[in-house]
């Protein structure tokens, strides 16, 4: 139709953020308004909370499932083994995180010439309620440090980090998840008091509690009061998407139709890697969630091949999860050593 931009983000019929099965009758409701517009079948697509909600849906109504989330915490990573068979993973990736990804990357990146410049340590925030997944994504743009929710914050290690990469090549650039949390298990966030509509704390604002706190600490030592923290926010997941994940998008919501139109009902169109190149693939709802006792959908982790605690970076595997996604690595982004020619 001629109302639909492939090439533009967002969603034409918009969305929200309403828990149907903590409204009293709102599951039963929904059908019934569906039944009464002539909707014989139903495609939700989202992350976690759209596929926990849509899956007590589909008890009642016919549906299939396309996911959607930035924070990539949809489907199952490759089995347990030192070595990771990426073809084994379930939903390589949920559409919207590769945009989000490689714009994530290109501001990390970007922000090595202000923090080389100026001598700074900035702290940069990646969306990411539970999963770190986008700010692994970091690593693509050349992140120093990078910490993310499934390790938490051990600020003693982040400390000696900062001071000894500091001192070899005065800036950093730390990357962290706005899902992280503190070594007692807390959410570091500036609204610890607010709550949506799934009972989540209102994550964002570890950055600047982070920079502030090694400032405090650092900058005598360190012989430097740069220290700053960056919030892209929304601009993380804005905009049109690119290539693959508009092509990827378009190829799931097809699998998804047509998977109704044979039947499948509880079916999820999903990707799968196939050497470096990505397709899709129709699997069934009890193969791609994983649920808990009370029905919510368990996030996908970062998987624990992918990230080096000890060091805060992301391992060679984990860097080579996002070739299909983002292409080769860049070459680093470093400038040359400054040599003083004197007279």
Same mark, same amino acid.
């Given at each position: 139709?001629?109302?639909?931009?492939?090439?533009?983000?967002?969603?034409?019929?918009?969305?929200?953020?309403?828990?149907?099965?903590?409204?009293?009758?709102?599951?039963?409701?929904?059908?019934?308004?569906?039944?009464?517009?002539?909707?014989?079948?139903?495609?939700?697509?989202?992350?976690?909370?759209?596929?926990?909600?849509?899956?007590?849906?589909?008890?009642?109504?016919?549906?299939?499932?396309?996911?959607?989330?930035?924070?990539?915490?949809?489907?199952?990573?490759?089995?347990?083994?030192?070595?990771?068979?990426?073809?084994?993973?379930?939903?390589?990736? &949920?559409?919207?995180?590769?945009?989000?990804?490689?714009?994530?990357?290109?501001?990390?990146?970007?922000?090595?010439?202000?923090?080389?410049?100026? #001598?700074?340590?900035?702290?940069?925030?990646?969306?990411?309620?539970?999963?770190?997944?986008?700010?692994?994504?970091?690593?693509?743009?050349?992140?120093?440090?990078?910490?993310?929710?499934?390790?938490?914050?051990?600020?003693?290690?982040?400390?000696?980090?900062?001071?000894?990469?500091?001192?070899?090549?005065?800036?950093?650039?730390?990357?962290?998840?706005?899902?992280?949390?503190?070594?007692?298990?807390?959410?570091?966030?500036?609204?610890?008091?607010?709550?949506?509509?799934?009972?989540?704390?209102?994550?964002?604002?570890?950055?600047?509690?982070?920079?502030?706190?090694?400032?405090?600490?650092?900058?005598?030592?360190?012989?430097?009061?740069?220290?700053?923290?960056?919030?892209?926010?929304?601009?993380?997941?804005?905009?049109?998407?690119?290539?693959?994940?508009?092509? &990827?998008?378009?190829?799931?919501?097809?699998?998804?139709?047509?998977?109704?139109?044979?039947?499948?009902?509880?079916?999820?169109?999903?990707?799968?890697?196939?050497?470096?190149?990505?397709?899709?693939?129709?699997?069934?709802?009890?193969?791609?969630?994983?649920?808990?006792?009370?029905?919510?959908?368990?996030?996908?982790?970062?998987?624990?091949?992918?990230?080096?605690? #000890?060091?805060?970076?992301?391992?060679?595997?984990?860097?080579?999860?996002?070739?299909?996604?983002?292409?080769?690595?860049?070459?680093?982004?470093?400038?040359?050593?400054?040599?003083?020619?004197?007279?």
């Amino acid at each position: 139709p001629d109302m639909i931009d492939e090439n533009r983000g967002g969603t034409l019929i918009k969305t929200s953020r309403t828990d149907l099965r903590k409204v009293e009758g709102g599951i039963e409701q929904a059908v019934e308004n569906l039944k009464k517009i002539g909707v014989d079948g139903l495609i939700p697509i989202g992350g976690d909370d759209t596929l926990t909600v849509g899956a007590a849906l589909s008890q009642e109504f016919t549906t299939a499932f396309v996911t959607k989330t930035i924070d990539n915490d949809v489907g199952r990573n490759a089995p347990e083994g030192e070595r990771v068979d990426y073809e084994e993973i379930i939903n390589y990736f &949920c559409p919207g995180f590769p945009s989000a990804a490689a714009r994530f990357s290109s501001f990390v990146r970007d922000l090595h010439t202000t923090a080389y410049s100026h #001598e700074r340590i900035m702290v940069v925030e990646a969306m990411g309620r539970d999963m770190g997944w986008l700010a692994l994504s970091g690593e693509y743009g050349d992140a120093d440090i990078t910490i993310i929710p499934e390790h938490g914050l051990n600020y003693e290690r982040l400390k000696d980090l900062v001071t000894r990469r500091f001192k070899e090549q005065r800036h950093l650039i730390i990357v962290v998840a706005e899902g992280l949390k503190d070594e007692e298990g807390n959410l570091i966030t500036s609204s610890p008091d607010y709550m949506d509509a799934f009972g989540h704390a209102k994550p964002g604002g570890c950055s600047e509690v982070i920079a502030k706190r090694l400032k405090g600490d650092l900058a005598k030592q360190l012989g430097t009061s740069n220290f700053n923290h960056v919030i892209p926010s929304y601009l993380q997941r804005c905009g049109p998407p690119i290539e693959l994940d508009r092509d &990827c998008a378009i190829a799931l919501g097809r699998k998804a139709v047509e998977a109704l139109y044979r039947g499948k009902v509880n079916h999820v169109a999903c990707t799968r890697r196939c050497g470096d190149r990505i397709e899709t693939v129709l699997l069934s709802l009890d193969e791609v969630l994983e649920l808990d006792e009370e029905g919510h959908v368990i996030p996908r982790k970062v998987d624990e091949r992918f990230y080096d605690p #000890e060091e805060m970076k992301a391992t060679p595997e984990g860097i080579e999860y996002f070739k299909p996604l983002l292409g080769p690595k860049p070459t680093s982004y470093r400038y040359p050593e400054l040599r003083v020619q004197t007279a």
